[in-house]
């Protein structure tokens, strides 16, 4: 950030728009340029006034402030960058492997909250209803979904069961087990909690889709359903798998 204050003849002064020149005055010869920044001072006040210019990309952000039309001016340029291009997770609908949406949000929301802060990768771990019910005695049923949390102090787990109480849809296609960076998932938990319900969404290569039914105020009073959707790759180990 660079600034620099001027007064006298280093750099010419703001003059009152009733004192404007012949040639800063418009074809009528009677309004001032509308770009002149005297237009944002009215009468005899004393009053900082601020403008604020952007000629595109490249270019600095620049922030003009005066007390007055013909007083000293400050002028500050912020250098821009440019943004990094959005990256493109088109989730293929034909592909799901697994569709679930909880009854209310609070039942993933106390799920993610138990989990370590030192947590580094969470499993998503989902088989269809068919196979957890035909397990056989002696052998460990297989979870129809579990969340797994692994960090430096150990691993946790927690089973989900077959209630329509809390899971209000569950469609799963075939086994499957996609972990993702716990700092990517805590991304969404501000969106998880102002949310009603969610649904998670995986695909056949894993790419998790997670969107959050969040009531937001309408302008005219009462409530309306706007949706927040967050998707995340899975990490590289469990797509070769």
Same mark, same amino acid.
């Given at each position: 950030?660079?600034?620099?204050?001027?007064?006298?003849?280093?750099? &010419?002064?703001?003059?009152?728009?009733?004192?404007?020149?012949?040639?800063?005055?418009?074809?009528?010869?009677?309004?001032?340029?509308?770009?002149?920044?005297?237009?944002?001072?009215?009468?005899? #006040? &004393?009053?900082?006034?601020?403008?604020?210019?952007?000629?595109?990309?490249?270019?600095?952000?620049?922030?003009?402030?005066? #007390?007055?039309?013909?007083?000293?001016?400050?002028?500050?340029?912020?250098?821009?960058?440019?943004?990094?291009?959005?990256?493109?997770?088109?989730?293929?609908?034909?592909?799901?492997?697994?569709?679930?949406?909880? &009854?209310?949000?609070?039942?993933?929301?106390?799920?993610?909250?138990?989990?370590?802060?030192?947590?580094? &990768?969470?499993?998503?771990?989902?088989?269809?209803?068919?196979?957890?019910?035909? @397990?056989?005695?002696?052998?460990?049923?297989?979870?129809?979904?579990?969340?797994?949390?692994?960090?430096?102090?150990?691993?946790?787990?927690?089973?989900?069961?077959?209630?329509?109480?809390?899971? #209000?849809?569950? #469609?799963?296609?075939?086994?499957?087990?996609?972990?993702?960076?716990?700092?990517?998932?805590?991304?969404?938990?501000? @969106?998880?909690?102002?949310?009603?319900?969610?649904?998670?969404?995986?695909?056949?290569?894993?790419?998790?889709?997670?969107?959050?039914?969040?009531?937001?105020?309408?302008?005219?009073?009462?409530?309306?359903?706007?949706?927040?959707?967050?998707?995340?790759?899975?990490?590289?180990?469990?797509?070769?798998?």
């Amino acid at each position: 950030m660079s600034s620099s204050s001027s007064i006298g003849s280093k750099h &010419k002064q703001w003059r009152r728009a009733d004192d404007a020149s012949d040639d800063e005055r418009g074809d009528d010869g009677g309004r001032p340029n509308a770009n002149r920044i005297d237009q944002h001072f009215g009468g005899n #006040e &004393k009053r900082t006034s601020m403008r604020l210019t952007y000629a595109g990309p490249g270019h600095p952000l620049t922030l003009v402030l005066a #007390e007055d039309s013909s007083g000293p001016t400050t002028t500050c340029e912020i250098s821009t960058f440019d943004s990094e291009p959005n990256l493109e997770l088109p989730f293929d609908a034909e592909q799901t492997a697994l569709k679930i949406i909880f &009854k209310s949000s609070f039942w993933l929301r106390d799920a993610l909250s138990e989990l370590d802060p030192s947590c580094e &990768k969470i499993t998503l771990i989902a088989n269809p209803v068919a196979d957890v019910q035909s @397990a056989h005695r002696g052998v460990p049923a297989k979870p129809l979904f579990r969340i797994q949390g692994t960090g430096a102090f150990g691993s946790t787990e927690m089973d989900y069961p077959n209630d329509r109480e809390v899971l #209000e849809t569950f #469609e799963c296609s075939r086994g499957i087990s996609f972990s993702y960076r716990f700092a990517h998932i805590s991304r969404t938990l501000r @969106a998880l909690q102002n949310s009603t319900k969610t649904s998670l969404r995986l695909e056949q290569e894993g790419l998790l889709s997670l969107q959050f039914l969040v009531p937001v105020p309408r302008p005219r009073g009462g409530m309306s359903d706007s949706f927040i959707e967050f998707r995340c790759l899975a990490l590289d180990d469990d797509v070769a798998q």
